[in-house]
Structures are given as C-alpha cells and as structure tokens.
C-alpha cells in the first residue's frame, strides 16, 4: 500500500506564493490517481488539483485554476502543488491523496496526515 507524507507549506502573506510537496513511498505508486484535498478551519474538506502519473494530464478546481500549478517528478516520486497569489481563503491544511479518477474528481484510497497553509492578509 502506498504511504504518502506531505512537506512544506507553512506560512505566506496574501499575494505570495508557497509549494507543498508529497512524497509516495511503498507499493506500486504510480498505480495511483495522484491529487491534493484541502479542508478550510470550520469547513469540509475539498478537492484542489490532480494529476495522472502516465501522461501528466492534470485537472483543478476552479478556485485553483490560474492559481495553482500541479506537477510530478516520477524519479523522486514527489507531486509538488504549486500555490501563487495566495489568498487568506486559501489557509487550510493541504492533504495529500492517492486513489482513482472519477469523474468529479477522484476516489481518494491513501491520505497523507496533512500540511498546514496559512495565508494572512
């Protein structure tokens, strides 16, 4: 089974920007949908940004899009979610997650434990 821990993230002025990373060790990794989840203080937990390890084909919520840039190094078996012009509605913990592709978003089988992203204004 596929373990993943996030790095990074941490803390930003409003117009900043920030990268958070997550590592996949264990299991076959790349037979995972890859993507990152967000929950806000007091909210549920949504979707952000995914991508397909074959072909890089990628896919954003449209809070994200423009915004936000999600990438994958397959050698360092890293997905780093690229954050620009951040925004105070943007502080949340950023999870990382492996599963499938759906098609609203993904089915999410493997959470990392989460990172901290705080946006102040």
């Known amino acids: 089974q596929v373990m993943l821990f996030e790095f990074g993230g941490g803390a930003v002025e409003a117009g900043g920007s920030l990268s958070v990373s997550c590592l996949a060790s264990g299991g076959a990794f790349s037979d995972y949908y890859m993507g990152w989840f967000r929950q806000p203080p007091g909210k549920e937990r949504e979707f952000v940004s995914a991508?397909?390890?074959?072909?890089?084909?990628?896919r954003y919520a449209d809070f994200a899009k423009g915004r936000f840039t999600i990438s994958r190094d397959y050698a360092k078996k890293t997905v780093q979610l690229r954050m620009n012009n951040l925004k105070p509605e943007d502080t949340a913990v950023y999870y990382c997650a492996a599963g499938a592709e759906t098609a609203q978003n993904m089915a999410v089988v493997q959470w990392g434990p989460g990172t901290q992203v705080t946006v102040s204004s």
């Open positions: 991508i397909n390890w074959d072909d890089g084909v990628t």
